[in-house]
């Protein structure tokens, strides 16, 4: 094997096609729709709160009605559908590896936003805890970018990931019934996060199907799954607005959901099969990094000081 060659990285870059370049200002635009929307959802999970009580051990069924009476958390919710749009858009224009984790731009702009609404100044200590999180992921990906290669994923791969998922889905369903007494938003924003970058995938895969026109039995069964754990993902968020400050949850999404969609492409679809060892050890090391960040933000975040 080979070692790793930046000139690499810049011919993906320039290889890139018109489209495919074109996918990376409509996935920051995602992002920004994606900060906002967070920002609006969290007021409302908030009002909510103040309202009915706390919901530390999850929004109730009244909780979640009372949701859609508030507009704030509509506007967000309203923002969010737009930045999926955006973001979905993005996976279609260009790979996964590429866009997916310009999501990470969300955290920064939550931060800001969060920051002067709240009127909190953000610390060293929570600063730091962002700049873990965004240079971790930035650097996994970018490793990623000119070490793995996006192959077409084939039935029996597929067949894997949807069977991971399930396992994921009902560990999750147990874990919440049993230990939802004890779970704190960083539990909440894990499991999403998690959750999250199985969705990534399916909504690739199924973009690249719809693009074939292949609408087997396997096809609607990744919409499905892809609905079913966006559904479990968006209730475990929303959740995690009511115990954690947005930016906190941002970091989790934003972070988790791309490694765990970056990793099922290495270790179940072989994205990453001809990857020099230096490569797969820097994977390990910059992950590892940005989900330190991310427990770090969870300790350190003034809104969790109070």
């Not at 096609?17 to 996918?23: I, N």
Request: proline fraction near 4%; hydrophobic fraction near 55%; charged fraction near 10%.
């Amino acid at each position: 094997m080979q070692p790793l060659d930046l000139t690499d990285l810049t011919d993906q870059v320039l290889n890139l096609t018109p489209t495919q370049g074109l996918g990376i200002p409509v996935a920051l635009v995602g992002a920004v729709f994606l900060a906002l929307g967070a920002q609006f959802q969290h007021r409302g999970v908030g009002k909510v709160e103040a309202q009915l009580g706390g919901a530390s051990k999850g929004l109730s069924r009244r909780q979640l009605v009372a949701l859609l009476t508030r507009p704030s958390w509509l506007i967000g919710t309203l923002l969010l559908l737009l930045a999926i749009v955006f973001q979905l858009t993005s996976l279609y224009l260009a790979p996964l590896i590429v866009v997916q984790p310009l999501g990470a731009v969300a955290l920064v702009i939550t931060a800001l936003v969060n920051a002067r609404v709240s009127g909190m100044k953000l610390d060293r200590a929570t600063m730091r805890s962002i700049a873990l999180c965004v240079g971790g992921v930035a650097v996994f990906v970018t490793i990623a970018a000119f070490t793995a290669r996006e192959t077409e994923i084939t039935d029996s791969q597929l067949i894997t990931v949807l069977v991971v998922l399930g396992v994921v889905l009902v560990a999750a369903a147990v874990a919440y019934a049993v230990l939802r007494s004890k779970f704190k938003a960083i539990m909440y924003i894990v499991v999403a996060g998690i959750l999250y970058g199985f969705v990534a995938t399916l909504a690739k895969v199924i973009i690249n199907r719809v693009r074939l026109e292949n609408f087997d039995v396997l096809t609607f069964i990744c919409v499905i799954a892809l609905l079913a754990a966006t559904a479990l993902g968006a209730y475990f968020v929303q959740t995690a607005y009511a115990s954690g400050p947005p930016d906190l949850v941002i970091a989790g999404l934003t972070v988790i959901d791309p490694l765990v969609a970056v990793s099922i492409g290495i270790v179940v679809l072989g994205e990453a099969s001809g990857a020099p060892p230096l490569a797969i050890a820097a994977f390990v090391v910059t992950g590892a990094v940005a989900i330190y960040g991310v427990f770090q933000l969870a300790k350190h975040h003034p809104q969790n000081q109070r």
